[in-house]
């Protein structure tokens, strides 16, 4: 069936630095693909959005990366900030225009001042 | 704007006893969908609802869950005789409509975490 997975649990960087967090999916004909940050205790809060047109989309210090090709997409953080530390997750819906979301497990990020 | 809220934000109960979860959309937002949470696990989709209907429930578990989003108040998510798989945090989401651009957009609550002993 479809999944979307991450590939480390846990990130861990210094503030200032980039992360890059990643993802793959499996279903080929995936055309949408949205990234949440959740931080603990609270819900998971939309950060970008990426459609299959696209192989790139910039918001602020936050750049989203999609390759069709080996079905991945990544999530860049620039200058990474101690209040970035969150479990990322990124999801796909089940079907185009539908909120029945598939989520990934996640990856947690620890940002150290 | 107060965005989705849920309560309550923590829920204890026994075995055997009901729970009973409340959500409030975003003002506007008439499409309400719930989520379960397991700890270090990714969201899982239970159902999907509309004012007075439900969508779409196939991740509802057949038996002793239920959901409604009565034309007034909030959606209700019950689970009668929990067991301890239960336990859970359960997020409520709301969109302004289910198709189309913009609908993509989730914005989800704070969660009611569900504890049962």
């Known amino acids: 069936g479809e999944s979307v997975g991450l590939h480390l649990p846990t990130l861990s960087v210094q503030e200032g630095d980039n992360s890059i967090i990643n993802c793959a999916y499996s279903?080929?004909?995936?055309?949408?693909f949205i990234w949440y940050k959740q931080e603990s205790g609270k819900g998971p809060q939309f950060i970008i959005d990426?459609?299959?047109?696209?192989d790139k989309r910039q918001g602020q210090r936050v750049t989203v990366l999609l390759n069709k090709t080996v079905k991945h997409l990544s999530l860049q953080i620039a200058a990474t900030q101690p209040g970035d530390s969150a479990v990322y997750f990124c999801?796909?819906?089940?079907?185009?225009?539908?909120?029945?979301?598939?989520f990934g497990t996640g990856t947690r990020l620890l940002v150290s001042p | 704007n107060a965005g989705v809220m849920q309560n309550p934000r923590h829920l204890v109960r026994r075995r055997g006893q009901e729970a009973r979860l409340r959500c409030s959309p975003m003002?506007?937002?008439?499409?309400v969908y719930w989520y379960r949470q397991l700890p270090e696990e990714g969201l899982k989709f239970m159902v999907y609802?509309?004012?007075?209907?439900?969508?779409?429930e196939s991740g509802m578990p057949k038996e002793r869950f239920s959901a409604e989003f009565p034309k007034e108040g909030p959606s209700i998510l019950r689970i009668q005789q929990v067991v301890r798989g239960d336990s859970a945090a359960y997020f409520c989401?709301?969109?302004?409509?289910?198709?189309?651009?913009?609908?993509?957009?989730?914005?989800f609550g704070a969660g009611s975490r569900l504890t049962v002993l």
């Open positions: 989401a709301s969109s302004q409509s289910g198709q189309g651009a913009g609908a993509n957009v989730l914005t």
């Open positions: 279903n080929s004909a995936s055309d949408y």
């Open positions: 990426i459609r299959s047109n696209m």
């Open positions: 999801a796909e819906p089940q079907r185009t225009g539908f909120q029945k979301l598939v």
């Open positions: 003002k506007g937002h008439s499409h």
């Open positions: 609802l509309q004012k007075e209907n439900i969508i779409d």
